[in-house]
């Protein structure tokens, strides 16, 4: 097909046109050069747009109410919920067993269930939830965080067009798409709003190729950590603890038989055996807790968790008669690594820990902590450290549940030095969680409820059921994001209502001349797309070239719904510099270089374009 502009007709060029431009030149330059902060820029911008007329008042503050941030407010609260539950972690344990420890099979089952997830929340809270889950598969596996990350970044961006709410660029376009309405030329049919799973086939697409590109080509490109360069903070791997103080991350349970000889012992006197592991839990009845104090009796049927080397725990077990059980079926919840854990304090010269033992301390009956080593002049002490006197700058090593730590770090008699979670984690609340997400998009598939409307009632649900409290949801939210949004939305009202986007796609018509095919014109505006994410991110792409895309496939004969869905789809088609937000995210963690960026994100780049103009043009 072939274009058939008459451009013998120019519009006039007006005050206009050449304000809302400048703005547009304002914001790229803004953003390029950072001069301030991308939201502080998008709000400069709405407030010149207001005092210069360009958008009326009852319009120009519309973003802050519109389906896109609505629903966008909504998808991070949703995570907020999952990911308060310690759903992401249960499902690292799970990939961990699926892949069998091996590096390809981890990587790809990784990157799919990562993204299949970014179909239905926003991407860089996809990321945030995975980066530990990544973590804690790469301590696990000894696989290099930069050999995981890149591969798990991809498919999430290309699973976030799997729906219309996987990211901001989609989530954009239905309030772009509507408002261009107000401002098509007469006889122009009116464009409809996109369904919820519109863009599945094309995200299925990218998604497959973002999987079979790290499988082959793109895998021989990934580098590994440099030796000595681990970019990754060493207290929050298994790998250091056990590297450091010979302490090993895996947990195992121990059940207490008839005929074993630790039945009618209590936990100190069981720990004080030779070659004993580390007792972290204890299961007596029905009351499982964590850090047994030394004086809690083992009996008949008693589970202890305990924490050691596999073959160390295994001769043990034999050798008291214990039944082993590397499967934690009744510690999961109380071993969860978002609830609990390993960390380092330091003990201050002010503390009233100094001079006094564990057992005067009775740090477990009282604050739910497991002394496992004692750090001192560099000497690791791990054996009989129960009566060892504490001194300044002594560094302990803990276990113990993250809530337990922070409340008992309140004191200052310790300084904890290792980054943990400081939220409360509910996993009695995970199956309300994934209810109620499941609930939400499944409405928001149905044709019942309208999706913002969808989402915000499971958001509403998560606060309502208790699985995170109002404070907790307003902390979830990303306020940066949503200023960016709601602020630039007016940007593109007005390209659209001065007949700026005309003026420009007239202009580029001119350009390229009469009888120029479609997908050449689909190319060039997807090329244009990606050049302005890579400086002014996907949200402002979105905002100025959707209204002119849909201009330009006007002009053309053109469909303008596929040249808008074109445009929102290649806003997240950056995987060459950090103002992709997912990109930014792991970069730091990873230790990425930004050769390493354009090495594999390159021919990834153009593998998207394709595939998006060969679905766009099939679909539509």
């Known amino acids: 097909m072939t274009s058939h502009l008459d451009i013998g007709t120019d519009l006039t060029f007006t005050r206009d046109m050449a304000l809302v431009l400048g703005l547009v030149v304002f914001t790229m330059a803004m953003f390029m050069f950072e001069r301030i902060r991308s939201d502080a820029t998008a709000l400069v911008v709405l407030v010149a747009l207001g005092v210069t007329r360009l958008v009326p008042g009852n319009e120009l503050f519309a973003g802050f109410s519109g389906n896109a941030v609505i629903s966008i407010i909504a998808t991070m609260i949703l995570g907020a919920g999952l990911d308060h539950t310690g759903a992401l972690h249960r499902l690292a344990s799970w990939l961990l067993r699926r892949s069998k420890g091996v590096e390809d099979r981890l990587v790809l089952w990784t990157s799919a269930v990562a993204g299949l997830m970014s179909g239905f929340m926003q991407n860089p809270s996809v990321t945030a939830l995975f980066l530990p889950v990544a973590s804690r598969l790469s301590a696990r596996t000894g696989v290099s965080l930069s050999r995981l990350l890149l591969p798990l970044a991809a498919a999430i961006v290309m699973g976030g067009g799997l729906t219309m709410v996987g990211n901001s660029p989609l989530l954009l376009l239905n309030d772009l798409v509507l408002s261009a309405n107000r401002n098509l030329p007469s006889g122009a049919a009116t464009l409809t709003a996109f369904p919820m799973f519109r863009p599945l086939p094309i995200g299925l697409a990218l998604l497959v190729a973002s999987l079979l590109y790290y499988r082959y080509p793109g895998r021989k490109w990934l580098r590994d950590t440099e030796e000595g360069k681990d970019p990754v903070t060493p207290g929050r791997t298994e790998s250091y603890f056990a590297q450091a103080y010979g302490i090993e991350g895996e947990v195992y349970e121990l059940t207490v038989g008839a005929e074993s000889p630790l039945v009618g012992m209590s936990i100190g006197e069981a720990e004080a ?159 309300w969680a994934i209810g109620i997400f499941v609930t939400a998009m499944a409405l928001a598939l149905s044709t019942l409820l309208p999706v913002p409307l969808a989402l915000m009632g499971g958001a509403a649900a998560m606060i309502a059921s208790g699985v995170i409290n109002m404070d907790e949801a307003y902390a979830a939210v990303n306020w940066k994001t949503v200023f960016l949004m709601a602020c630039l939305i007016p940007l593109g009202y007005a390209m659209d209502s001065t007949g700026a986007a005309n003026w420009v796609a007239q202009k580029t018509l001119e350009h390229f ?108």
């Open 273 to 431: 055996q030779r070659e004993a592991p580390v007792f972290l839990a204890l299961l007596t009845g029905s009351e499982a807790r964590l850090a047994p104090p030394a004086d809690a009796m083992l009996w008949v049927g008693s589970v202890i968790g305990v924490m050691g080397g596999r073959d160390a725990v295994q001769a043990y077990a034999q050798a008291n008669q214990l039944r082993l059980s590397a499967r934690l079926r009744n510690f999961a919840d109380l071993f969860d690594p978002g609830r609990a854990g390993i960390s380092e304090a330091v003990v201050p010269s002010t503390s009233q820990f100094i001079g006094r033992t564990q057992a005067q301390l009775q740090l477990r009956k009282r604050h739910g902590i497991s002394v496992l080593a004692i750090n001192r002049d560099k000497k690791v002490f791990r054996a009989d450290i129960r009566q060892l006197p504490l001194r300044a700058g002594d560094m302990l090593v803990f276990h113990s549940i993250w809530t337990d730590l922070a409340q008992a770090g309140a004191s200052r008699d310790f300084v904890v030095v290792t980054d943990y979670p400081k939220q409360e984690q509910r996993p009695h609340k995970l199956r």
């Open 513 to 620: 001349g009469s009888g120029v095919p479609i997908w050449i014109l689909q190319a060039s505006i997807g090329l244009l797309t990606i050049a302005f994410s890579l400086v002014i991110g996907n949200v402002g792409a979105t905002v100025v070239m959707v209204p002119m895309a849909i201009n330009i496939a006007l002009a053309a004969e053109g469909k303008p719904l596929a040249f808008a869905m074109l445009v929102a789809l290649s806003a997240s088609n950056n995987f060459l510099s950090q103002s992709n937000p997912v990109l930014s995210m792991i970069v730091g963690p990873a230790g990425y270089r930004p050769r390493d960026l354009w090495r594999t994100g390159a021919p990834l780049t153009l593998f998207y374009l394709a595939i998006t103009l060969v679905a766009v043009n099939l679909m539509f």
